[in-house]
C-alpha cells in the first residue's frame, strides 16, 4: 500500500554573529537610581566650656626688665581687692607709713597712692568706701588715669574721661599719667626726671600688678611694661602713681617672702594708700 507523499515546507534557521557588547547596552535601558538623600552634617557634641583656672593667693614678683628692678604683688581680683585708705586730716595724721596703713587694716599688702598738693589736699578725686575727698582733676597729666572698684565689686584701671563715668564708684583715685594702654607704651612720656616710681598694673581681666620699680623715667618705664612685665603675663595698662620720696611699700609675712618694707630714709608722710585685702 502506498501512501501520497505530502510537500513539506522545511524552514531552515540560519546561524547569525550576536549582536555587539555595546549595542545591547543600548538596547537595555539601565534600571533607575534613587536619588541620593541629602543627610544633614555629622555633628559632634558641642565642646564643654573649660572652667577658668582658680584664683591664686597673691605672691611677690620681682624682676628686671631693660634695667629696671620691678618689685611688687601679683593677686587676682576675684579673691582680694583694693582698697583705698585715705587720711582725711592730711599726709601722716593717721598712718606715718605703709606698714601702719596695712596693719591697721590687717592688709597683706600696702602701698603709697595719689598725689596731693602742698597743702595736703589730693590732687584728685579720691573715693573711700564711698565718701569722696578731692576735686575730680580734668587737666592734669597726674590725673590722667583712673583706678575704680565698682559697687559690684570690679576693679578696673582706665583712662580719664568725664567724671559722671565714674560716679558709681565706691573706691576710686585718680593718678597719673598711664604708663601702658592697650598693650603699648604712652607716648609723649618724660625721659629727662629719673625717680623711684610706684605703679598699678592689670591684664585687662582679673590679673593686677602693684609694687614699685628702682629710679628710671616714665618713658622708660612705659617703654619695659610694653617689653615685658614683672608679673607672670602681660600688662595691658598700667598706671603711675606717687612716687620718688612718696614711695613706701610693705608687703606682709602672710605672703610666701615677706615681710617687706621699702620705704627711702628721707620718705615724706603721704595723703593715701591702697591696700590688698582678701574678699
Not at 557588547?21 to 541620593?36: M, W
Not at 598712718?95 to 591697721?104: F, H, I, K, P
Not at 608679673?231 to 615681710?259: H, Y
Not at 608722710?269 to 591702697?274: A, D, E
Amino acid at each position: 500500500m502506498r501512501f501520497p507523499i505530502i510537500p513539506v515546507s522545511l524552514a531552515l534557521c540560519a546561524c547569525q554573529p550576536a549582536p555587539p557588547l555595546g549595542a545591547l547596552r543600548e538596547k537595555i535601558a539601565p534600571p533607575p537610581t534613587a536619588p541620593l538623600l541629602s543627610l544633614p552634617p555629622v555633628t559632634g557634641t558641642p565642646p564643654i566650656p573649660l572652667p577658668s583656672p582658680p584664683a591664686k593667693a597673691p605672691a611677690l614678683a620681682r624682676k628686671t626688665i631693660r634695667g629696671i628692678f620691678f618689685e611688687g604683688v601679683s593677686f587676682d581680683s576675684r579673691n582680694h581687692r583694693l582698697r583705698v585708705i585715705d587720711q582725711a586730716l592730711g599726709p601722716g595724721s593717721t598712718y606715718g607709713t605703709s606698714r601702719e596703713a596695712a596693719a591697721a587694716h590687717r592688709a597683706l599688702t600696702a602701698m603709697n597712692a595719689g598725689f596731693f598738693t602742698p597743702e595736703g589736699e589730693p590732687l584728685g578725686l579720691v573715693v573711700s568706701a564711698g565718701k569722696r575727698s578731692g576735686a575730680w582733676n580734668s587737666a592734669s597729666s597726674l590725673g590722667s588715669g583712673v583706678f575704680t572698684e565698682s559697687t559690684s565689686g570690679r576693679l578696673s584701671l582706665s583712662r580719664r574721661s568725664s567724671p559722671s563715668a565714674f560716679s558709681a564708684a565706691r573706691e576710686l583715685l585718680q593718678a597719673g599719667p598711664l604708663l601702658v594702654e592697650n598693650g603699648s607704651a604712652v607716648g609723649g612720656l618724660d625721659r629727662e626726671k629719673i625717680a623711684v616710681r610706684s605703679l598699678l598694673m592689670t591684664d585687662g581681666g582679673h590679673l593686677w600688678w602693684i609694687g614699685k620699680t628702682s629710679p628710671c623715667s616714665l618713658a622708660a618705664l612705659g617703654d619695659a611694661l610694653a617689653s615685658s612685665s614683672p608679673a607672670p603675663w602681660p600688662a595691658r595698662t598700667a598706671l603711675n602713681l606717687d612716687g620718688g620720696r612718696s614711695s613706701d611699700l610693705f608687703v606682709s609675712p602672710e605672703i610666701p617672702g615677706g615681710p617687706i618694707e621699702r620705704r627711702g630714709i628721707l620718705n615724706r608722710p603721704v595723703r593715701n594708700f591702697l591696700i590688698l585685702m582678701p574678699r
